[in-house]
């Protein structure tokens, strides 16, 4: 079991880069496939993007990829989610998660531990 804290998240304008950070105790980081998900209001949570254990296989989901790069430290076990060319529809709050198991997952019932969240708000 690991614990998960986010952070990083904030306001930016359409366009704009931002980059939140998802910092983990607990466990050996590096024995858990990480991801990122996403839930607007009134939405249900989404996958975003996952990362396998060292960072050598990594998925997207389409409505962000060539935008979103997920990248992970094991060494300060921490994953990263750098989001550019920001758009509105983007604006969510991120969880990121681990997964024990593998292989990556889009599903949320793959993963067994969450974070609380960072909000994201992208203006127009």
């Known amino acids: 079991q690991v614990q998960l804290v986010e952070s990083g998240g904030g306001l930016v304008q359409a366009g704009g880069s931002l980059r939140i950070s998802c910092a983990a105790s607990g466990d050996i980081f590096n024995h858990y496939v990480m991801g990122w998900f996403r839930q607007a209001p009134g939405n249900e949570r989404e996958f975003v993007a996952a990362?396998?254990?060292?960072?050598?296989?990594?998925y997207y989901a389409e409505s962000v990829k060539g935008r979103f790069t997920i990248s992970r430290d094991n060494a300060k076990s921490t994953v990263y989610l750098q989001m550019s060319s920001l758009k509105p529809e983007d604006t969510a709050v991120y969880y990121c998660?681990?997964?024990?198991?593998?292989?990556?997952?889009?599903?949320?019932?793959?993963?067994?531990?969450w974070g609380q969240g960072t909000q994201v708000t992208v203006s127009s």
């Open positions: 998660a681990a997964d024990p198991r593998g292989p990556m997952s889009t599903k949320m019932s793959a993963y067994d531990d």
């Open positions: 990362v396998s254990w060292l960072g050598g296989s990594k």
